[in-house]
């Protein structure tokens, strides 16, 4: 029974500890673009573009900014491909200019968006399909070659945060307390034999 009293303490320990934890966050950007793709150009396309990050790895270069590395950024344009990008790429947010956009390490600003929601945002929140205007095009070198935007509209960025969901400490101790007596019960029936058995007096 020592095995389910150690379960208890172990989980109560566990939930102690889960306070602060990374969460994976996917953001997503679509809607329509016009540019040019390893020199051939395409107009009014629509696309979707995905980075991954995780909250642990969130930067604040300043007070007023944010900076999440992205372990992967992929974008798809109908009817053309799915591209990765080659070099380091970042989410970030400006909130003394409620911007935030994607940028290429080397080559900048792939694109960036406002809207007054980004003005107080923390860069790993989630975010349900949130309307936002383009503010610059620029630049992104992915494996179907160098990806230069000159238009863009009908932007929408979401914000997705695998949380899992933990139950609070006072719940888990509800959860483990009836746990914890019924092994010590279990224990308890266990040693009484041997207990009448000591105070036996010799036949």
């Known amino acids: 029974m020592r095995h389910l009293l150690n379960l208890a303490i172990l989980g109560l320990a566990l939930c102690a500890g889960a306070g602060a934890h ?107 399909a949130l309307p936002v205007a383009p503010d610059y095009l620029g630049l992104l070198d992915t494996s179907g070659g160098l990806l230069t935007l000159s238009g863009a509209s009908g932007l929408i960025l979401e914000v997705e945060r695998a949380d899992v969901a933990l139950p609070e400490p006072g719940t888990l101790v509800l959860m483990l307390g009836p746990l914890a007596l019924l092994a010590r019960r279990r224990a308890g029936r266990l040693t009484a034999p041997t207990e009448r058995t000591a105070a036996r007096p010799p036949a």
């Open 22 to 128: 990374a969460v994976p966050v996917t953001y997503t950007l679509s809607g329509t673009i016009s540019g040019e793709l390893a020199g051939t150009g395409f107009t009014s396309t629509r696309f979707v573009l995905t980075g991954k990050s995780d909250s642990e790895l969130l930067e604040s270069p300043d007070p007023g900014a944010s900076l999440a590395p992205l372990e992967t950024l992929v974008i798809e344009l109908a009817g053309i491909g799915s591209f990765e990008a080659l070099n380091k790429t970042y989410f970030f947010t400006n909130r003394d200019l409620a911007l935030a956009g994607f940028l290429d390490q080397l080559e900048g600003d792939l694109i960036d968006f406002a809207a007054p929601r980004f003005a107080s945002y923390d860069g790993t929140a989630a975010l349900d």
